[in-house]
């Protein structure tokens, strides 16, 4: 595997010959008992005395590896580099079938503070710009592992779509002086149409463009540009977090069951970029947030649309539904 970017849209694409699939195995490697063997990193205590409650693992076929540099080099008008990073499994619970939505507040808090201290952890290599945390849970929204899992990705550049956010959100704060997320949070607790719920200091609610139907957000109501600070510094604030967190996806679970989850966070400001300035003023105009992007079926439309993100069901819409969703206390 390697890294080119595309010289038009400025963008790092991973490609190659994937590696072979990993052989099934009868006992699944991440459950307490198997006998796969796994990289341990970091493991989360259990509160109620077992060995771990959440921890990280090598993923067994990684993307991207640790040793090494990355040899940028130059291929005509191309750029390439080795595929150096860190792609680990962030396990979410001992049990099998303990998903976030089925999971206890507790249990799910402890996974918080895991992948934040993860993502503090890889963010210390001065080599990392970004560290990408995800969950894509279906077989159409690419799941990997039968056991709940996340994804922690470390790469030496920043994703194309938060460079966007962060561009848009620095150019916002130049000309306002405050951050666009909070605007954004204050705007619909204000309006009150899009909101789908408020617990403690995090808020969900239906994006006022979303790019797919019942697209849903997570965001701190207080401002905090990474999401590492908010899971080290302020643990207490992560009870909340999980709670929300697991009923909006009990909600999106009532309209379909399988998304891609993405958490949008600060880039590595340990190390900032010597030829970007986004991270000159980070920790005012950037704001982390959850992306919650169900896989639904869609109207088909010309190729026109193809281009354009369309969703067929409004912001308003899908918050009805949302709001109205049976769910666990």
């Not at 699939?21 to 077992?50: H, N």
């Not at 291929?75 to 206890?104: C, F």
Request: glycine share 4%.
């Amino acid at each position: 595997m390697e890294l080119r970017k595309d010289p038009i849209t400025r963008s790092w694409v991973i490609t190659g010959d994937d590696p072979a699939e990993i052989t099934p195995q009868a006992a699944c490697r991440f459950c307490p008992q198997s006998p796969a063997v796994t990289q341990v990193i970091a493991a989360m205590p259990s509160a109620v005395g077992t060995t771990w409650s959440a921890r990280a693992v090598v993923h067994p076929t990684p993307l991207y590896h640790i040793e090494g540099e990355p040899g940028r080099r130059g291929d005509g008008i191309y750029d390439r580099m080795r595929s150096v990073g860190a792609h680990e499994v962030l396990v979410e619970n001992r049990h099998h079938d303990r998903h976030l939505w089925r999971a206890t507040d507790a249990e799910i808090e402890l996974f918080l503070r895991l992948a934040a201290e993860r993502i503090l952890d890889l963010k210390r290599d001065a080599r990392i710009k970004y560290v990408s945390f995800f969950k894509d849970y279906g077989p159409n929204a690419g799941q990997e592992f039968s056991h709940p899992t996340s994804q922690i990705t470390a790469t030496m550049f920043v994703p194309r779509r938060v460079l966007y956010e962060l561009r848009a959100a620095r150019e916002y704060f130049q000309a306002k002086e405050r951050c666009v997320f909070c605007d954004i949070v204050s705007q619909e607790e204000r309006q009150a149409l899009r909101v789908i719920e408020t617990r403690g200091d995090y808020i969900a609610l239906c994006p006022y463009a979303p790019r797919v139907p019942y697209e849903t957000w997570i965001l701190p109501r207080t401002h905090m540009a990474g999401f590492g600070r908010t899971g080290v510094v302020r643990p207490g604030n992560l009870i909340d977090f999980a709670a929300i967190l697991r009923r909006t996806l009990q909600r999106v679970r009532t309209i379909t069951e399988e998304f891609h989850l993405v958490l949008h966070t600060a880039p590595n400001s340990f190390h900032p970029s010597k030829s970007l300035g986004y991270w000159k003023t980070i920790d005012d105009d950037y704001h982390w947030h959850v992306e919650i992007l169900p896989v639904v079926g869609a109207k088909a439309r010309s190729y026109t649309f193809k281009e354009v993100y369309y969703s067929p069901v409004s912001s308003e819409t899908a918050v009805k539904a949302l709001r109205e969703a049976r769910i666990d206390a």
